[in-house]
Nanobody, 115 residues
Framework: QVQVVESGGDLVHPGGSLILSCAAS????????MGWFRQAPGKQRELVAS???????AYVNSVKDRFTISRDNGKNILNLQMNKLKPEDTAVYYC?????????WGQGTQVTVSS
């Protein structure tokens, strides 16, 4: 089963920035849309950004104009540039293909926004 490994999470102050990365194994990466998900304590996992195989991004309203999703199909890498971070962005962030989850879920990467 193909896998993903997320990285880049950290503790940042409100208003700060982070870049998350997702490294995907196998040869299917370039064929499917990919998404970044997050799960805050006590809440369900939610899709916050997605990108088509050709690079067209889409965002939920809560992160629009602050987050930018991108991908490198040659390197099987998915990125999420996060700016103007807010405490409510605190969560574990995951990546996977969308709408079908072809990858085994990774461990995620923790993002904590706090002063």
């Amino acid at each position: 089963q193909v896998q993903v490994v997320e990285s880049g999470g950290d503790l940042v102050h409100p208003g700060g920035s982070l870049i998350l990365s997702c490294a995907a194994s196998g040869s299917i990466f370039s064929q499917y849309s990919m998404g970044w998900f997050r799960q805050a304590p006590g809440k369900q996992r939610e899709l916050v950004a997605s990108i088509t195989p050709r690079g067209v991004g889409a965002y939920v309203n809560s992160v629009k104009d602050r987050f930018t999703i991108s991908r490198d199909n040659g390197k099987n890498i998915l990125n999420l540039q996060m700016n103007k971070l807010k405490p409510e962005d605190t969560a574990v962030y995951y990546c996977n293909s969308v709408p079908t989850y072809y990858y085994h879920w990774g461990q995620g990467t923790q993002v904590t926004v706090s002063s």
